[in-house]
């Protein structure tokens, strides 16, 4: 048996000889090759055609009394430099740091020296050496806060108040979807699919409408997806890996939970989406912090809160502790966007993390769908078409309350 | 009458003389000035740039940026380039300060019948100008310059105008005046287009005497004229003019990112803010002839604004009775006027165009009014208010 398997082998010699080479001498080549490519700067290819392509994206707006700083990146393939700025159809005088042009992906900080009035809209424009026009828009010019200690408890209680407490209130209904008929469970589910699908598609919209309007040095609506892809397949791993760890006890009604945890884990990474798009409105003075627009914020998630519990409807004694750490998972994200959103005003950053929403959100319609099914198995029958559509109805509803 | 002279140079270099003897006397003012602590943010320094002679060269180049660093505006200042950048003159091969004073006769000569015959060669290339520090513009020019040079006649004389067109593309040049259709330098009619490497001559009488311009007529027009091709062309009366400080300004402008709607960076005489680093200096109660022009493309209008003064205007140039006494008029393009007015005080005066969005896009500068023991009196038409004489 042993001298056999050893006959079947095509050599005993080269079994023995080492097969990094193999791997190792590919990659030598290629890297030779491109290297020798580029040394000779393209041979045969000549020159590009045509001016040079100048592009810059504005990545951050800071206004201080008097001045008003921008973040440039250069998102073309050619180096720019910024020679004057005029801001209002006036020339400005301004600081460079660090000077001279701003190379491929590179990053400029640019100090402008201009006495802005609140509330007034304006139109920076970047002058280049070549002539060429770079322009960017303050919506509305507001002195930029300070990132202080004031600052962050602002954030932190403003993600408290439309995330933790409206999720929290929301899991109130557990006991009501607990005691009611299986089948009523079912309708609840399916309000929830309903709920979660608006909010995917809500995701999607919003992370496209953003990616055609940033520069997308780092890519555009391609981080949507790219989110989302990183996402859902996260949650499907992180889904088989609780499986696998309570397949033992799942028996029971335990599912209930697990599928409780995975609805709390997509709708945090929602939220921290929302938090995001709060915290960068309110950095750019863009967000009135009224109380409308926080119990606007309250009712649309309180609903979050309902899908959250419907799981667990069989679970006749889920621990305070447990419902405790679901609303904390669902509602604590919009606490870390509020503070991402308004401290880093990075367009590509708010596109991949909307993505990484919708793709979460897509993951947990896909965990939930087998609890919709009636006892024959169907998805789609009157009560649950009729439960998707009043989900979808809330929350359409609902987030008329919360234009950001 | 006019000298009839064959060195093209001598009106030139009478000017260089004069800007010199300015320049000096200019130069003890600044000196005078530097000792004094500046009073206001949006004094500017004194012009030594101009006063010194150092037309562009490294040196004063640097010395000058330091200079201006503390000179103009700035946040409520008012407009201003990037501080402490300056245009380099010397690649531009012009600098606005000596173009102010530099009038082009030509090359005259006598003819049998008694009349003066002025010759000239305008070169057409394309040629990459900076009009704001650190800004470059694909232009195409006459001589090298934008404005082309100032060309300048007594009423009557006969006038030759070479064209040479050196640019990639055809040109022609179209002036304004009295003349056959054959000379009007328009496509289609007479030498009709100059395409490249060719070259053509222009010929016909000074008539009428005023301010007129002259700009190439090949489409597309817009372009042909936004791009650079225009110049003062001045025909003054027989009997001449009175002696004055003359002054040639080209109000223009330049759409740096050709998308034809309006310009990124306005002037006189091709670099915006020029005059606010480098003023002009004129002589307390010297006479003072502005020859201005308004070639501005893309825009419908320009205007003309003197602080803490009031000139005699004469629209075109071509009565030498003022219709009007003001401080501020309006040009549409190609609409130009003659000037003149004195300055009776000591100090910095700003100008600009009180089309206020330009005058912060570039077009604004200072007449910088120095005294001097042996300063001229201007001729009482210039300094009198109207009925006072």
Redesign the interface.
């Known amino acids: 048996m042993e001298a056999g398997t050893r006959a079947e082998r095509p050599s005993g010699a080269a079994r023995e000889r080492p097969r990094w080479p193999l791997l190792v001498v590919p990659l030598a080549l290629i890297g030779a090759a491109i290297a020798i490519f580029a040394a000779l700067g393209g041979p045969g290819l000549g020159e590009r055609q045509g001016p040079p392509v100048e592009e810059l994206a504005v990545e951050r707006t800071v206004l201080r009394p ?1 001045e008003i700083e921008l973040s440039v990146r250069n998102t073309g393939p050619d180096a720019v ?1 910024v ?4 801001v209002a ?7 460079a740091d660090p000077g001279g042009e701003i190379g491929r992906l590179g990053e400029q900080q640019l100090t402008l ?3 802005w009035q609140e509330g007034s809209p304006y139109n920076v ?1 970047l ?7 770079i322009e960017h828009e303050i919506e509305v010019a507001v002195e930029t806060p300070e990132a202080d200690l004031g600052f962050f408890g602002l954030m932190a209680l403003l993600g408290t108040y439309v995330g933790v407490i409206p999720v929290g209130l929301g899991m109130l209904f557990l006991p009501f979807v607990s005691r009611v008929p299986p089948s009523w469970v079912r309708v609840v589910l399916a309000a929830t699919v309903g709920l979660l699908a608006f909010l995917a598609i809500d995701g999607y919209l919003e992370g496209t409408e953003l990616g055609q309007e940033s520069g997308g040095a780092f890519g555009g609506v391609e981080l949507l997806f790219l989110g989302a892809g990183l996402a859902y397949l996260a949650l499907a791993g992180l889904d088989a890996y609780l499986r696998s760890r309570r397949s033992e006890a799942d028996a029971a009604g335990v599912g209930g939970w697990r599928l409780a945890l995975m609805i709390a884990v997509g709708i945090g990474l929602h939220n921290l989406g929302e938090g995001l798009a709060i915290g960068s409105a309110y950095a750019v003075g863009a967000l009135a912090l009224g109380a409308f627009l926080v119990i606007g914020f309250a009712i649309h998630n309180t609903t979050e809160g309902i899908a959250i519990v419907a799981p667990l409807a069989a679970d006749k004694r889920p621990s305070l502790v447990k419902l405790g750490v679901l609303g904390v998972i669902a509602g604590a994200p919009a606490i870390l966007g509020a503070f991402l959103g308004a401290s880093v005003t990075n367009p590509e950053l708010s596109i991949f993390l909307l993505g990484i929403g919708v793709g979460a959100i897509i993951q947990v319609i896909v965990q939930i769908w087998p609890s919709v099914r009636d006892e024959h198995g169907r998805g789609l029958y009157p009560a649950s078409v009729a439960g998707i559509i009043v989900g979808g109805a809330l929350l359409y509803a609902t987030s008329l309350l919360i234009t950001v | 009458m006019a000298k009839p002279t064959t060195d093209p140079r001598l009106p030139e270099r009478e000017r260089r003389k004069g800007v010199s003897r300015r320049g000096l006397l200019a130069g003890g003012a600044a000196t005078g000035a530097a000792a004094v602590p500046l009073l206001h943010g949006l004094v500017p320094h004194a012009g030594v740039h101009a006063a010194l002679g150092e037309g562009g060269s490294p040196d004063g180049a640097a010395s000058h940026g330091e200079a201006s660093k503390a000179a103009h ?4 200042n008012g ?5 402490g ?1 300056t245009v380099d003159h010397a690649a531009n091969g012009f600098n606005p300060t000596e173009m102010l004073r530099d009038f082009d006769w030509g090359k005259t000569r006598r003819l049998a019948s008694g009349r003066v015959l002025r010759e000239w060669t305008l070169t057409a290339t394309d040629k990459e100008i900076e ?7 694909p232009a195409w020019v006459y001589n090298g310059r934008v404005p082309g040079p100032t060309l300048r006649a007594h009423e009557g004389d006969r006038l030759r105008i070479r064209l040479v067109n050196s640019s990639e593309h055809p040109h022609t040049i179209h002036f304004h005046g009295i003349h056959p259709a054959q000379m009007d330098g328009v496509p289609g009619i007479g030498a009709g287009l100059i395409e490249t490497g060719e070259a053509t001559t222009y010929e016909f009488d000074a008539e009428p005497f005023g301010l007129h311009l002259y700009h190439c007529h090949a489409g597309p027009l817009a372009e042909h004229i936004a791009r650079g091709l225009y110049g003062a062309f001045i025909v003054d009366p027989k009997e001449g003019r009175s002696e004055a400080d003359e002054l040639m300004m080209m109000m223009n402008g ?1 759409n ?3 998308d034809a709607e309006g310009n ?2 306005y002037a006189v005489n091709t670099v ?2 020029h005059y606010v680093n480098e003023p002009i200096q004129v002589r307390r109660d010297d006479a003072v002839r502005i020859y201005l022009l308004n070639l501005l493309e893309f825009d419908p209008i320009n205007s003309f604004h003197t602080h803490a003064n009031f000139f005699n205007y004469f629209p075109t140039g071509t009565r030498l009775e003022p219709t009007e006494f003001t401080d501020t008029v309006m040009l549409g393009q190609a609409q130009r006027g003659v000037l003149e007015m004195c300055f009776r005080y000591p100090g910095h005066y700003m100008f600009h165009a009180h089309k206020t ?1 330009f005058t ?3 077009w604004m500068g200072f007449f910088e009014v120095g005294g001097s023991a042996e300063q001229r009196s201007a001729p009482a038409a210039f300094c009198d208010l109207p009925g006072a004489a």
């Open positions: 008097g430099e020679s004057q700025v005029s159809d006036t020339f400005v005088n301004f600081s020296d201009y006495p424009s002058l280049t050496s070549s002539g060429a026009t | 505006g700035g946040g409520n407009p201003s380039f990037r501080q950048a009009v704001a520090p650190g800004v470059h513009y330049f740096t990112n050709f990124q960076v915006g803010f969005e912060e896009l570039g």
